[in-house]
């Protein structure tokens, strides 16, 4: 391959930063993936919450039922919000991996 196909060759944006930016961009976007732990901590919450509505001393009190009905409220407020933050999240990430690592013809998805 000579130099004139390596110019037009995109090989995105790492192709073209210096050795130390580069790898700082790879540990960003590493450090930036989605994880399972957004929605572990959403649920834990709910956890919680059910099992304090589960125990006698909640049944027993009206206004603490009451508040604990308003807590589980706001905690589903909570989820909804938080799966539509994580989509968002998602699909920002992919956009700005496609950046740094845009696809080659041949690549599988």
């Given at each position: 391959?000579?130099?004139?196909?390596?110019?037009k060759?995109?090989?995105?944006?790492?192709?073209?930063?210096?050795?130390?930016?580069?790898?700082k961009?790879k540990k960003?976007l590493?450090?930036?993936?989605?994880?399972?732990f957004?929605?572990?901590?959403?649920?834990?919450?709910?956890?919680?919450?059910?099992?304090?509505?589960?125990?006698?001393?909640?049944?027993?009190?009206?206004?603490?039922?009451?508040?604990?009905?308003?807590?589980?409220?706001?905690?589903?407020?909570?989820?909804?919000?938080?799966?539509?933050?994580?989509?968002?999240?998602e699909?920002l990430?992919?956009?700005?991996?496609?950046?740094?690592?845009?696809?080659k013809?041949?690549?599988?998805?």
């Amino acid at each position: 391959m000579d130099w004139f196909e390596l110019v037009k060759e995109d090989r995105g944006l790492v192709a073209k930063l210096e050795p130390k930016q580069k790898k700082k961009i790879k540990k960003l976007l590493q450090a930036a993936e989605p994880t399972e732990f957004m929605g572990q901590e959403v649920t834990k919450l709910t956890d919680l919450i059910s099992e304090m509505k589960s125990l006698d001393l909640v049944k027993s009190d009206k206004v603490l039922r009451k508040k604990l009905e308003k807590y589980d409220e706001s905690n589903l407020d909570l989820v909804a919000t938080a799966s539509k933050l994580r989509k968002g999240y998602e699909t920002l990430y992919n956009q700005l991996r496609t950046v740094v690592y845009p696809k080659k013809k041949g690549d599988l998805e």
